[in-house]
């Protein structure tokens, strides 16, 4: 059973065109997160939602809004892409971090967009 | 800000190897710290972590021990195997900063038999 799920897998679209990315994850968790892997393997984070409420907003270009109908659910859409948002965006979850404790990730496959 | 510096890859070991990958951070707080594993085509995993200085984590013969007077968190392993041929990731975060994890740049191992 898939804890984490991201759509599509893959994604290859022109510059300029608008396209989302879905994730749902069935952890009961309260907490996603975007993030952002380039081709030399380095994570970013982009967003971060807490019960369907933006906490974690790094310098992203506003042509990214991340929507989050219900707490399992954290998509991403992208407006107006360009050839440097080619990248695999991963989706990720966990509980709330707890004084002392740290807090494990749980992350998707990945989807890899590639803009042409 | 808080950081995570890892040794630069690609490191390759022939199978039974010992294997070491640095890390080091900076933090201001008394970060919990992770090593997070890449498998080709899927994605991260936690491997183990530590909450507190001198805990150590271990699973899967890997094992790192939280040194807060280093600021390290070295992962080791005593025989490394094919199929631990992964991109490994420390990281970090910080009890005072919700829910953010740094990531190291991570350490790509290729164990050849």
């Known amino acids: 059973d898939t804890a984490v799920s991201q759509t599509p897998k893959y994604l290859v679209t022109q510059m300029g065109n608008d396209k989302s990315i879905k994730c749902e994850q069935n952890?009961?968790?309260?907490?996603m997160y975007w993030y952002k892997q380039d081709s030399k393997k380095f994570l970013k984070i982009m967003f971060s939602y807490n019960n369907k409420e933006l906490i974690i907003n790094e310098t992203v270009p506003n042509r990214f809004s991340p929507k989050s109908p219900d707490k399992a659910h954290l998509n991403l859409h992208i407006n107006s892409l360009e050839l440097g948002d080619s990248a695999v965006y991963f989706c990720?979850?966990?509980?709330?971090?707890?004084?002392?404790?740290?807090?494990?990730?749980?992350f998707g496959p990945g989807t890899r967009l590639t803009v042409l | 800000g808080d950081s995570v510096t890892q040794m630069e890859g690609p490191v390759t070991l022939s199978e039974e190897a010992f294997l070491t990958i640095n890390c080091t951070y900076t933090?201001?707080?008394?970060?919990?710290l992770f090593w997070y594993v890449q498998y080709p085509g899927e994605g991260l995993q936690l491997l183990l972590k530590a909450t507190k200085a001198d805990d150590k984590g271990s699973n899967k013969g890997f094992e790192a021990t939280y040194r807060k007077e280093t600021t390290s968190f070295h992962l080791e392993k005593g025989s490394v195997q094919v199929s631990d041929s992964a991109v490994y990731f420390c990281a970090l975060s910080e009890q005072t900063s919700y829910d953010k994890v740094i990531f190291g740049p991570g350490t790509s191992l290729s164990v050849i038999p």
């Open positions: 952890l009961g968790h309260d907490t």
């Open positions: 933090a201001t707080g008394y970060p919990s």
């Open positions: 990720a979850s966990s509980q709330d971090l707890l004084a002392g404790e740290g807090d494990t990730q749980y």
